[in-house]
């Protein structure tokens, strides 16, 4: 999935840069921050969210964080320490 169909799907999109932009975050009342590189590779970022709440929140996966073909980036540390807080989101295998 490219980043201009991830965009799309965020409200009120912002480009700030070549390669940056800003958008409503579709959970709490604050702007989050996308990026992506010159491979397509797009990182989401909002102070509060994790970033998998953000991506079950406008409906998509993981993999729409990269494009096919290119092996995805870890999750951050953050997504283990801070489990999900959206309905419906996976938790870690410790949590259960």
Do not use: F
Not at 8 to 37: F, M
């Amino acid at each position: 999935m490219s980043c201009d169909q991830i965009l799309h799907r965020l409200e009120h999109v912002d480009v700030t840069g070549y390669n940056r932009a800003t958008a409503d975050c579709p959970i709490c009342d604050r702007r989050i921050a996308v990026q992506w590189d010159a491979d397509g590779r797009a990182m989401i970022r909002c102070a509060r969210c994790a970033v998998a709440d953000i991506l079950i929140a406008i409906g998509l996966g993981r993999s729409a964080l990269t494009p096919p073909g290119l092996k995805p980036m870890p999750w951050p540390r953050r997504w283990w320490t801070k489990p999900p807080r959206y309905p419906g989101a996976v938790m870690p295998m410790g949590e259960r």
